[in-house]
């Protein structure tokens, strides 16, 4: 079968499943079955399929179909211009957590002092925002910590590939329980997806992302309730913490922070759909 016809059929049985951009999701199974990239792709249309590529691409659909994120098929993610490894381990990091890159690194800019700029980044998962500021501020040095052991792994897997190990020390733990010194900023996309809402999820995530950097409890707020309360004892004097929050969690993560941060300076930041994304405190 030539690549073109491949394409074609590929497309129309992921398209059945409802998936959305099926062509761009066919191309990228037959890119990672042939790997080469999409130039060559293009190049080489009317060509034929080779058999071992024809039943890895085949394979490759039929997990697809199955619903499994095209991240975890590929074994790769795009994030703020970086290229992450993830598999089930970790979350796939989502477009919208950009935000709290943009927002830290704007804070970490900003400060008066002299680097190094000391920032925890609590649930690291693949590390993706951890190595996103290490790669945009060379004089930051991250605490990137994960109560799952094996998400640290990955982690480690992606410093390593960005060259980044020595300023993006890895840490297992609760939440800020193992920040070994006040910092300037702390950092975190924890789970904050109502216990309730977890079965209506897509299946992509439901079926295939790890729950326990989804699920945040009743209202979705429990792990940024506790990391708010001992967050204050955790900052350096001028400090900020920046926390990705969900729809509808706006008002109640507001409370919690003025209840930490009496006089600190509180606001929320919208993502691209206009969606209140990020509470920023500022002491
Ligand atoms: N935004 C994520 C979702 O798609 C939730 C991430 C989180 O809980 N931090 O469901």
Avoid at 97 to 103: F, G, I, M, S, Y
Avoid at 141 to 151: C, F, L, M, N, V
Avoid at 154 to 166: I, S
Avoid at 241 to 248: A, D, F, T, W
């Amino acid at each position: 079968m030539i690549l073109r016809e491949a394409l074609r059929q590929a497309e129309a049985r992921i398209s059945a499943h409802n998936i959305p951009d099926a062509r761009i999701e066919a191309e990228l199974l037959l890119m990672h079955a042939l790997g080469i990239h999409r130039a060559e792709l293009y190049a080489r249309l009317g060509e034929s399929l080779p058999s071992g590529a024809e039943n890895h691409f085949r394979a490759l659909i039929e997990r697809r179909v199955r619903r499994e994120p095209a991240a975890y098929i590929l074994g790769r993610h795009e994030f703020y211009g970086i290229e992450l490894h993830v598999d089930p381990r970790v979350l796939i990091p989502r477009p919208e957590t950009e935000l709290l890159v943009e927002t830290a690194l704007d804070f970490l800019r900003r400060l008066p002092q002299e680097p190094p700029r000391l920032v925890g980044d609590v649930g690291t998962g693949s590390g993706a925002v951890a190595i996103a500021l290490a790669l945009h501020l060379p004089g930051a040095h991250i605490y990137a910590i994960d109560a799952s052991p094996e998400a640290i792994d990955v982690a480690r897997l992606n410093c390593d590939r960005h060259g980044v190990g020595h300023r993006v020390e890895l840490l297992v733990g609760d939440l800020l329980g193992p920040l070994p010194c006040p910092v300037d900023l702390i950092v975190a996309n924890l789970p904050y997806v109502k216990d309730a809402d977890i079965p209506q999820l897509m299946p992509e995530i439901r079926d295939f992302e790890p729950v326990a950097a989804l699920s945040g409890g009743a209202d979705g707020l429990d792990k940024v309730r506790r990391l708010l309360a001992d967050a204050p004892s955790r900052l350096l004097p001028h400090g900020a913490v920046m926390l990705e929050i969900g729809l509808g969690q706006a008002d109640e993560a507001t409370s919690l922070a003025r209840k930490h941060f009496r006089q600190g300076k509180i606001d929320l930041l919208r993502d691209f759909a206009g969606i209140e994304r990020v509470l920023q405190v500022v002491t």
